[in-house]
């Protein structure tokens, strides 16, 4: 006879349950959407103000000296113990995208690995897109773009066999947007130092949930945001990580005064900084960056390896209630079924996806509204922020689920979708 879990019962073992009224969280809804935008913490809204109105406000100019130069630092550093790098090892400032392109200019200039760029069909769009900007720049031949027979995972042995046939220098997302995908990272990082090659690491969609160890997995470089898990809010500062015995070699494509070494002396020519500040360019976002570490804070205070535990209990019960509940009504699994193959958001499909999804988005008046999102063609995400989210709130999202079907309810909805879903 299959089990019945208890929701309740997995809530009141939750250690990290308190961490919920850390939050803001809007009344009636369950928000699935911490894998696109994490939840505003309260203690954020007190930090900026306070920036605004004291140090902007009264201290004025003079808190470049206080406060403000040294936070990028004070929060990269913070980065660096989250994801077990050293301190100086990691730079906050800029986007992801950014960071990439940056860090794929340097990477070609150094002349270490071979002028190749490559990816895969499960990576981001934006990631692609630099990529392809960046071979037309340099001249070389386009990225090669690796695909498998599915949306849902890599085939690491077609993956390895075109890093040793055409080595070079690869981007991957460790976590991909579609499926949550999680790659072997420390075996796909081994294989491309055995073939002089190199990944580059998206963390976007792992880093604050997933416990990610640059030591044990010997990555040299990485890239990622912060907007997601770390609920640093919209447009946060992204990060950059390189490996402290590559960074002597590497460059940036933009040799802006805040990568000088001695920024405010105003020398005439540049001269890049000795360590990963030479990736900076231009005056740091000391506004976000404030609301930025708030969001850090939570999460080492919460401890990663306890976030990470619990996300991975929430996709273990998900997926079980899925497979029990959901595909006999026509919902298809559409993230890897191994836990360790996944990061921390679960993807289905069905027929009807984005009606679906508007049904959980725009309930009828006595209903929970609870946010997914929605990526094209079909995929229905449902992203688990273990900070914020309790098991009562992924049960009454299965039942949400099966009640939209049974009742035929997503026939009311409009086929056509907006821009941002
Ligand atoms: C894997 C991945 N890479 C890059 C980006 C884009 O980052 P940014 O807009 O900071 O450049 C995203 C955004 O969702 C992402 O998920």
């Known amino acids: ?3 019945k879990i208890n929701p309740e019962n997995l809530d009141e073992l939750d250690k990290l349950a308190g961490f919920r009224s850390r939050f803001h969280n809007p009344k009636n809804e369950i928000y699935l959407d911490g894998n696109s935008l994490g939840k505003l ?10 920036l605004i109105d004291n140090q902007w406000g009264e201290n004025l100019i003079r808190s470049w000296n206080d406060y403000w130069l040294e936070l990028p630092k004070k929060i990269a550093s913070k980065i660096a113990s989250l994801i077990n790098a050293d301190q100086n090892e990691v730079l906050v400032g800029g986007s992801t995208s950014v960071n990439l392109y940056k860090l794929g200019c340097a990477l070609i200039n150094s002349g270490i690995y071979p002028k190749q ?6 990576n981001f769009p934006t990631d692609n897109y630099i990529l392809e900007g960046i071979s037309k720049q340099y001249s070389i031949s386009k990225p090669v773009r690796i695909t498998y027979s599915s949306d849902l995972k890599a085939d690491i042995s077609k993956l390895k066999k075109v890093i040793s046939e055409q080595p070079g220098i690869l981007c991957l997302s460790l976590v991909t947007y579609k499926s949550a995908y999680l790659y072997p990272i420390k075996k ?6 055995k073939n002089k090659s190199i990944i580059i690491w998206d963390f976007s969609h792992a880093v604050g949930v997933v416990n990610i160890d640059i030591k044990a997995t010997e990555t040299l470089v990485a890239i990622g945001c912060t907007y997601k898990y770390l609920n640093g809010g919209p447009g946060s500062p992204a990060f950059m990580y390189i490996h402290k015995s590559l960074i002597p070699y590497f460059n940036s494509p933009i040799q802006g005064w805040f990568g000088h070494k001695k920024p405010f002396d105003f020398l005439e020519y540049y001269e890049p900084s000795d360590g990963i500040e030479k990736f900076g360019a231009g005056t740091q976002h000391i506004i976000s960056l404030a609301a930025l570490e708030v969001g850090i804070d939570i999460t080492l205070e919460a401890g990663i390896k306890n976030i990470s535990s619990k996300s991975k209990k929430m996709s273990t019960y998900l997926m079980k209630v899925i497979k029990e509940e959901l595909v006999p009504l026509g919902y298809v699994i559409e993230s890897p079924d191994k836990c360790d193959d996944r990061g921390s958001h679960v993807t289905l499909s069905h027929d009807f996806s984005w009606q679906i999804c508007q049904c959980l988005t725009n309930p009828n008046v006595d209903k929970v509204k609870i946010t997914p999102d929605f990526r094209p063609d079909r995929f229905i995400r449902l992203g688990l922020a273990p900070l914020y989210l309790s098991f009562k709130d992924l049960e009454i999202t299965i039942s949400r689920l099966k009640e939209i079907i049974i009742n035929e309810e997503y026939k009311e909805k409009e086929k056509t979708r907006p821009v941002v879903t």
């Open 1 to 3: 006879m299959k089990q």
């Open 41 to 50: 913490p309260i203690e954020t809204k007190k930090r900026v103000s306070d």
């Open 117 to 122: 760029l490559l990816t895969d069909s499960l």
């Open 188 to 193: 796909l990082n081994e294989h491309a130092k």
